[in-house]
Nanobody
Framework: QVQLVESGGGLVQAGGSLRLSCAASGSIFSFSAMGWYRQAPGKQRELVAGFTSGGSTNYADSVKGRFTISRDNAKNTVYLQMNSLKPEDTRVYYC?????????WGKGTLVTVSS
């Protein structure tokens, strides 16, 4: 059973920064992929940034140059550094991990960017 716990969300003014953390219950080496998604009310969940099985990273066009995904293998934690935040970044952010053909989700953390 994989458990993912997000933290670091909150309220920030436009132009500010936040760092989200996703702590996994096991080694992140066991995941074929891992990343961050976000969802607005009534909208589909969308990929923000992720690590592929080969270790490369990919980003949504809307966050390129502003967000950075990173990981600490020793802490089994993945981070999302979010800079130059915009009101349209206001979403619930979810951590996801793929293992043995299944996708696991955290419960999400709310990021609110005020104008």
């Amino acid at each position: 059973q994989v458990q993912l716990v997000e933290s670091g969300g909150g309220l920030v003014q436009a132009g500010g920064s936040l760092r989200l953390s996703c702590a996994a219950s096991g080694s992140i080496f066991s995941f074929s992929a891992m990343g961050w998604y976000r969802q607005a009310p009534g909208k589909q969940r969308e990929l923000v940034a992720g690590f592929t099985s080969g270790g490369s990273t990919n980003y949504a066009d809307s966050v390129k140059g502003r967000f950075t995904i990173s990981r600490d293998n020793a802490k089994n934690t993945v981070y999302l550094q979010m800079n130059s935040l915009k009101p349209e970044d206001t979403r619930v952010y979810y951590c996801a991990a793929d293992k043995d053909g299944m996708r696991y989700w955290g419960k999400g953390t709310l990021v609110t960017v005020s104008s």
